[in-house]
Structures are given as structure tokens and as C-alpha cells.
């Protein structure tokens, strides 16, 4: 299958900065990319949807000034959370995907363990 | 809109005993239906998937699952549990655009 790469696997940062996530795809290229964010114990809720050279579409109740998203070329898709608190600490996962594999599954990343102190 | 019910949270089971995790999809559209699998700390690992064609699809792990459009169902079976097969189960929908719906998870907790 493909490989979908996020980094970094973990961070800690401080109230009040920024924190940039990456997510790749290594081995293929892809027109639409995924964010999942994951609280403690449950499921995996649709943050965005990232197309590669446009505006990402946000899901209803996703703050998109606080969670920006670029995608910038067909291999890597950013996630910046700006101004970070306590209540962003989570588990944020990509998924990458591209019609041109010809499979009907998006592949994900291994997910960054997010904690604001 | 697409949803995934998972009907069961937790499913305590012992260790080689069957197991049978449920899950419900709802959508006015052709679907493909996955499993996931995530260890503690860990991304998303894909069991098995549900594409089109044969409607028992087998996956890693020996797990499998029956697709039945019927009962809109899509559940999760294994003849025989290990340890190592306690872990976080989604069930997960996507109707052709690769956004993918998850459901809540049910916890798999295998018991010595």
C-alpha cells in the first residue's frame, strides 16, 4: 500500500505558539489530503479536507483561523495550530489519497500526539 | 449524510474465543466500508475493505467481514481472539470522494 508520513509523531508546546504539522505522501501523488483530530478515547472527527492548490474546505464548528491548512504541492499537506491551549491537545491524523491509484481507500499517516502545556 | 454506528463500546472477550464486532452504516449512496485497527499511541492500521464484489471480505490479522446491504451492515468477526488482538476497532464509510465517516470504535479487550 502507500505510504503516508506525519511529523512529527509527538510535540509539547506552550500556550500561545504555534505548531506546524506535516503530512506527506512518499510514494504517490496526492490531489486530496484529510485531517482527522482524535480526543482521548474516541473516534476520529473530520477536521478538513485539503485540495492541492485551493482553499481547504472546513467541517462545520472547526475554527478555520486556528487551524490552517496548506497544500502547497501533491506530497505534503500542513496543519498549523496557531495560538495553542490546553483544549487543542489531541491526536491529529492525515489521510492522503489520489484517484489515480486506482484504489478506493485513503491511507493514512501515523498521527502527531499533540499536548499544549 | 453517511453515519457509522458501532454497537458496542467495549467487547470483553476470553483468548481464543470468537469474536463479532457490530457496525450499522446509513447512506442513500453506494458505500466502501472499512475496518481499522489503532494500538494505543498508534495511527490507523487497515484490517480490511469492502469494495465491491464478494460480500465476505477477508483481511489481515484472520479477521473478516460480511457485507450486507440488506441489514446495511458491515460487521467484524474473528473464530479465534488473541491477546494481541486487544486494540481500538473503527468501522468506517466513504461514499467515493475518500472523506471517510468513522464510527465511535469498540474497544476489543482479550483476556487471558
Known amino acids: 500500500g502507500a505510504v503516508v508520513s506525519q511529523h512529527p509523531s509527538r510535540v509539547i508546546c506552550k500556550s500561545g505558539t504555534s505548531v506546524k504539522i506535516e503530512c506527506r505522501s512518499l510514494d504517490f501523488q496526492a490531489t486530496t489530503m484529510f485531517w482527522y483530530r482524535q480526543f482521548p478515547k474516541k473516534s476520529l472527527m473530520l477536521m478538513a479536507t485539503?485540495?492541492?492548490?485551493?482553499?481547504?474546505?472546513?467541517e462545520q464548528g472547526v475554527e478555520k483561523d486556528k487551524f490552517l491548512i496548506n497544500h502547497a504541492s501533491l506530497t505534503l499537506s500542513t496543519l498549523t495550530v496557531t495560538s495553542a491551549h490546553p483544549e487543542d491537545s489531541s491526536f491529529y491524523i492525515c489521510?492522503?489519497?489520489?484517484?489515480?491509484?486506482?484504489?478506493?481507500?485513503?491511507?493514512f499517516g501515523q498521527g502527531t500526539r499533540l499536548t499544549v502545556v | 449524510a453517511q453515519s457509522v454506528t458501532q454497537l458496542d463500546s467495549q467487547v470483553p472477550v476470553f483468548e481464543e474465543a470468537p469474536v463479532e464486532l457490530r457496525c450499522n452504516y446509513s447512506?442513500?449512496?453506494?458505500?466502501?466500508l472499512f475496518w481499522y485497527v489503532q494500538y494505543p499511541n498508534q495511527g490507523l492500521q487497515l484490517l480490511l475493505k469492502?469494495?465491491?464484489?464478494?460480500?465476505l471480505v477477508k483481511g489481515i490479522n484472520g479477521f473478516e467481514a460480511e457485507f450486507n446491504k440488506s441489514q446495511t451492515s458491515f460487521h467484524l468477526r474473528k473464530p479465534s481472539v488473541h491477546i494481541s488482538d486487544t486494540a481500538e476497532y473503527f468501522c468506517?464509510?466513504?461514499?467515493?470522494?475518500?472523506?471517510?465517516?468513522f464510527g465511535a470504535g469498540t474497544r476489543l479487550f482479550v483476556k487471558a
Open positions: 447512506s442513500s449512496v453506494s458505500v466502501y
Open positions: 489521510s492522503a489519497s489520489s484517484p489515480d491509484r486506482g484504489s478506493m481507500e485513503a491511507f
Open positions: 468506517a464509510v466513504d461514499t467515493g470522494g475518500f472523506k471517510t465517516i
Open positions: 469492502y469494495l465491491s464484489g464478494s460480500t
Open positions: 485539503s485540495n492541492e492548490g485551493s482553499k481547504a474546505t472546513y
